[in-house]
């Protein structure tokens, strides 16, 4: 599995709720770690028991530092989190050329919204024409995406923000899920997953005319964070080291993996390793 991603760190803090608009509240709770959508990605699916490795940017340079975010989590384990990509928006053409080699002999590309957009859909191309499969997180989404990257996502995974944004449709339930999927899928996508949070996934394929709803087991959410990371991360190593198992089985195996991510505090730090979860996930 290959990730091309944001790398960067992240302080997160812990409040009863989350501060409104020129409001100061005192947290309980204050830590800095490790993270970025593709590097979570990343460790999820390591965590799982297969090979990885990132394509990033990190480091000083005289027109930006290694990417940050800031996080704050409710007690009900929502979050509201401001990302500054940086240096890894510095990530070029001449990067993605001598990570070539490596992306094309990998399984599965995953790529997401935290680098130079334009690098991204060269990188899925460059997965595409070597027949390496690929899935897309449009994260962070921007409204006017390029319709190119539709066409080159064999797997375009998004939750149902991202959803909304793209398709310009209300997006809070599985019916309306359906609908955003089935707009998405119009636009050329090989599959469309819309994660729901508590609700699960809604599964959709360009060769069935139905989509099919995956319902996740019900946990405390204890912080949320990097919880479609995990999913993602999942999906990537079944979609790797399990391609004759169905896409729909692949999301439900993958709810069960987020769903332990949710039950701890922070994102890879709350990740479950393979020997922490059931043997019938595997």
């Not at 790398?7 to 770690?33: M, N, V, W, Y």
């Not at 989190?81 to 992306?103: D, F, W």
Request: overall charge neutral; charged content about 15%; some cysteine.
């Amino acid at each position: 599995m290959y990730t091309l991603k944001l790398c960067s760190l992240f302080p997160l803090s812990q409040a009863p709720r989350l501060p409104r608009a020129g409001e100061t509240i005192h947290g309980h709770k204050f830590f800095i770690g490790f993270g970025g959508k593709g590097a979570n990605q990343c460790i999820q699916a390591a965590r799982l028991g297969v090979k990885t490795a990132m394509v990033y940017f990190v480091g000083q340079t005289s027109d930006a530092a290694t990417g940050a975010a800031s996080i704050t989590v409710n007690d009900a384990g929502e979050n509201a989190i401001v990302i500054v990509a940086g240096a890894n928006m510095l990530l070029g053409r001449e990067e993605l050329q001598k990570a070539l080699p490596a992306i094309s002999h990998a399984k599965v590309l995953v790529c997401q919204l935290e680098i130079s957009p334009q690098m991204s859909l060269q990188a899925l191309r460059m997965a595409r024409n070597s027949r390496v499969k690929t899935i897309f997180n449009p994260a962070p989404a921007i409204p006017d995406l390029d319709p190119d990257f539709y066409k080159v996502s064999d797997v375009f995974c998004c939750n149902e923000s991202e959803a909304k944004l793209l398709t310009g449709s209300s997006v809070t339930n599985v019916e309306e899920a359906h609908r955003a999927g089935q707009e998405l899928l119009k636009r050329g996508c090989g599959s469309v997953i819309i994660t729901l949070g508590p609700q699960g996934s809604v599964v959709l394929k360009a060769q069935e005319s139905t989509s099919k709803h995956i319902p996740v087991t019900a946990a405390t959410a204890v912080d949320t964070t990097g919880a479609g990371d995990s999913f993602i991360g999942a999906l990537a190593f079944y979609m790797a080291n399990y391609s004759t198992v169905p896409l729909e089985e692949m999301a439900r195996r993958a709810n069960q993996v987020a769903a332990v991510s949710v039950q701890a505090v922070g994102t890879q730090t709350s990740f479950p390793f393979r020997h922490n979860l059931p043997a019938e996930l595997f």
